[in-house]
T-cell receptor, first 111, second 113 residues
Framework: GENVEQHPSTLSVQEGDSAVIKCTYS??????FPWYKQELGKGPQLIID?????GEKKDQRIAVTLNKTAKHFSLHITETQPEDSAVYFC??????????FGSGTQLTVLP | EAQVTQNPRYLITVTGKKLTVTCSQN?????MSWYRQDPGLGLRQIYY???????DKGDVPEGYKVSRKEKRNFPLILESPSPNQTSLYFC????????????FGPGTRLTVT
């Protein structure tokens, strides 16, 4: 089955700096790669996603890049703000078109 | 308000006592799924449903049952809970025919003693 690895597990950045979270996947047939943000005590919320026919996607301060050859994708958050502090999960679809999630990254934005 | 609701939000029970966690969505979504979240393991899929009366196993289905008799409801049933099912459970739904653009519920924290 699909295996998704996510790094780092924790990340601290100064407010205004950029944050990058990286994920690798194993199934070359994977074609959908979402990123979810989970705030304390809440369910995950989709923040951005990308499909395998696109190399990069941006939405204001958030961007995702995909390298299909290397089987890795990354989340980039620019001009970080305290409200960006949360746990972030990457995921990839497997051969059954179901999602496999990474283990999560705790992002802390220091004021 | 478009949302996925789960009940109860918190539950403490004992080994072997059957329980049901309800999940309901008001967005007319066809796809629904259940995940469990454990520290260091991310979210793992338990069961999913592509439509009414259509359910299938995810990665960790052992010890769980589901049903999908109506489009809006997707209850998770633990017939004989065990301590290793202590976890945080999330229900999700999607407007697509698969786990795309999923909306998650607020979670149910289950403790089995």
């Amino acid at each position: 089955g699909e295996n998704v690895e996510q790094h780092p597990s924790t990340l601290s950045v100064q407010e205004g700096d950029s944050a990058v979270i990286k994920c690798t996947y194993s199934d070359s047939a994977s074609n959908y790669f979402p990123w979810y943000k989970q705030e304390l005590g809440k369910g995950p919320q989709l923040i951005i996603d990308i499909r395998s026919n696109v190399g990069e996607k941006k939405d204001q301060r958030i961007a995702v890049t995909l390298n299909k050859t290397a089987k890795h994708f990354s989340l980039h958050i620019t001009e970080t703000q305290p409200e960006d502090s949360a746990v972030y999960f990457c995921a990839a679809t497997d051969s059954a078109r179901q999602l496999t999630f990474g283990s999560g990254t705790q992002l802390t934005v220091l004021p | 308000e478009a949302q996925v609701t789960q009940n109860p939000r918190y539950l403490i029970t004992v080994t072997g006592k059957k329980l049901t966690v309800t999940c309901s969505q008001n967005m007319n979504h066809e796809y629904m799924s259940w995940y469990r979240q454990d520290p260091g393991l991310g979210l793992r899929q338990i069961y999913y449903s592509m439509n009414v009366e259509v359910t299938d196993k995810g990665d960790v289905p052992e010890g769980y049952k589901v049903s999908r008799k109506e489009k809006r409801n997707f209850p998770l049933i633990l017939e004989s809970p065990s301590p290793n099912q202590t976890s945080l459970y999330f229900c999700a739904s999607s407007p697509r025919t698969g786990p795309y653009e999923q909306y998650f519920g607020p979670g149910t924290r289950l403790t089995v003693t």
